[in-house]
């Protein structure tokens, strides 16, 4: 398969926000990770596209899919990847994130895969180093590459995102996940919704660009797309649901709710899962409504995709 002129439209040194992507970009992005979707299935799956090119995973939250899916990237392209354990390295002697940042450069990384607890740290990082700097999440603002795979995953499935009706439902408030997706969904013409109780939704949530609901039965009312969302408690200060049981009660998916989405209803979820929190445990495993191990197979995929686009010479590029 010949690969999509993907740099002729996307020019971005660093990826660090589905915000202020163009929809042809977008598509140039999802269109060269469809590409390395059958590379990935197949037995011999290693690539030379980024032979000699160096990727550093620095990430100072935890991470499973993130993480693993940009190191299974990286290798099968070809790349030396590192993954940097930050419980281990002078971080903890009290080295800054700018200084952590800076010494890194110092050896010439191609690309730096980034995950910070707090929103802007990553751009703050890009701003400092030479390299191509990646969003693996920061605090609550954005998780680009999730969004990505959610919209592979989904176009895979359904075609074309423009027109779908997609619900985004849970913990909005601390949700990078969410926002990328809103601005994603968005940008290539779908209906978005958010579905929430008001407490786990941002008090400027008008200005995301979403239909706000606070019922799930009006929330997924003929969606074709559910999102469930974790609640992220790790993030919460405070008491923001009266229990997990009540919160499973009126925003917990369980087959009785969804009976009012589309018949062919998808659902999703980035993952990590809290079976019985957000959503039924039978219903995430049920293969005719579930997606969520497609989106983990295809973030790989996504993730393949921007280190190819950001490691492409051209006017821009660092290296
Ligand atoms: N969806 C997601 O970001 O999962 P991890 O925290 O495991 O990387």
């Not at 939250?61 to 693993?68: C, G, K, L, P, Y």
């Not at 999102?227 to 919160?247: A, I, W």
Request: glycine share 6%; aromatic share 4%.
């Amino acid at each position: 398969m010949e690969k999509p002129h993907t740099d002729a439209v996307f020019f971005h040194r660093h990826l660090l926000a589905i915000q202020g992507l163009k929809a042809a970009e977008v598509t140039a992005l999802l269109d060269l990770a469809d590409g390395y979707v059958e590379q990935n299935r197949r037995h011999d799956k290693k690539a030379s596209v980024l032979r000699g090119r160096t990727v550093i995973n620095l990430f100072f939250e935890n991470s499973t899919r993130t993480r693993t899916s940009f190191e299974l990237a990286g290798k099968r392209l070809g790349a030396d990847v590192i993954n940097m354990s930050v419980s281990s390295s002078s971080v903890k002697k009290g080295e800054t994130l700018i200084d952590t940042a800076m010494t890194l450069n110092a050896m010439h990384p191609d690309v730096l895969v980034v995950r910070h607890p707090e929103s802007g740290a990553v751009k703050l990082l890009a701003d400092k180093v030479r390299c191509a700097v990646i969003n693996g999440g920061d605090g609550s603002h954005e998780h680009p590459t999730q969004a990505l795979l959610d919209a592979l995953t989904i176009r895979r499935r359904k075609g074309p995102l423009e027109g779908l009706t997609v619900a985004i439902c849970g913990d909005i408030l601390h949700s990078r996940v969410a926002r990328s997706n809103v601005h994603l969904l968005n940008i290539m013409g779908a209906r978005v919704r958010v579905v929430a109780p008001r407490t786990l939704l941002p008090v400027d949530v008008d200005r995301l660009g979403a239909e706000v609901h606070h019922d799930m039965r009006t929330g997924l009312e003929d969606a074709d797309i559910v999102m469930m969302l974790r609640l992220q408690l790790e993030r919460m200060q405070g008491q923001f649901v009266p229990s997990v049981r009540e919160y499973f009660r009126f925003f917990g998916l369980d087959y009785e709710k969804l009976k009012v989405a589309r018949p062919d209803a998808l659902i999703m979820h980035p993952g990590p899962m809290n079976r019985g929190t957000e959503i039924d445990s039978e219903l995430a495993d049920d293969i005719h409504r579930s997606v969520i191990l497609d989106q983990v197979e295809l973030g790989v995929a996504v993730r393949m995709a921007c280190l190819d686009i950001l490691t492409r010479d051209r006017p821009g590029n660092a290296r």
